[in-house]
């Protein structure tokens, strides 16, 4: 609930340091993922204190991302807010045994499945697996038969390396380009119940 009103699944909420939310389930099968950056990164220079609330029917959100892949995507946080910035955003990969080529990222970041398999070598993860990944890690992975969807968090803006380093592609710029920005709710000032 944010102010009386029902967030279905897929909504976000946002808390940004220095600011407090509550937020009640309405079923006892609801899921809440919580991402929250350590203290071993630097501190940020944005001045927090705001609660953002990004309703599942407001999500940008797109079938497929680009012509060339049968990818979606959407973005909850795109590390642009001016007093925070966190980066979370979702992939579909609709087909199954998709190859993502050996990359890496600028930004630690957490993986999680929600739908499909994501494999790993000789490894099938299917939804609720959580991978953690350290910044400039080089990976790939292979989505299961059915694809794969995961959620993707990152505590700041993120970019994406091919292994040989070729090419660079800013993430923030490629999704805010496709999808523009969340547009969350009005701000709740800290202290809010959600």
């Known amino acids: 609930m944010s102010g009386g ?4 699944a897929g909504s976000v909420i946002v808390i940004e ?26 501190a940020s220079s944005c001045a927090g204190g705001n609660v953002h609330i990004l309703p599942a029917d407001r999500v940008p959100r797109m079938v497929r991302l680009n012509e060339r892949a049968n990818v979606g995507a959407a973005i909850f946080a795109d590390s642009a807010c001016p007093t925070c910035e966190l980066w979370l955003h979702e992939s579909a990969f609709h087909d199954g045994d998709f190859n993502v080529d050996l990359h890496s990222h600028s930004e630690d970041e957490i993986i999680v499945v929600t739908a499909g398999e994501i ?9 609720g697996t959580a991978i953690a990944v350290a910044k400039e890690a080089v990976y790939g992975f292979r989505t299961g038969r059915e694809g794969l969807t995961f959620i993707n968090f ?6 994406y ?5 070729t090419r660079v592609i800013d993430e923030q710029a490629l999704y805010m380009g496709s999808l523009g920005r ?13």
Do not use: C, W
């Open 182 to 194: 969340p547009p969350y709710l009005p701000v709740v000032m800290a202290g809010a119940t959600v």
């Open 154 to 159: 990152r505590p700041s803006h993120p970019t």
């Open 17 to 42: 340091p220095g600011a407090a939310a509550e937020a009640a389930a309405a079923s006892d099968d609801a899921v809440l993922l919580v991402f929250n950056p350590t203290a071993a990164l630097p």
């Open 5 to 8: 009103t029902r967030l279905e």
């Open 161 to 165: 390396r091919t292994a040989d380093g």
């Open 119 to 127: 494999v790993l070598g000789q490894r099938r993860y299917g939804r």
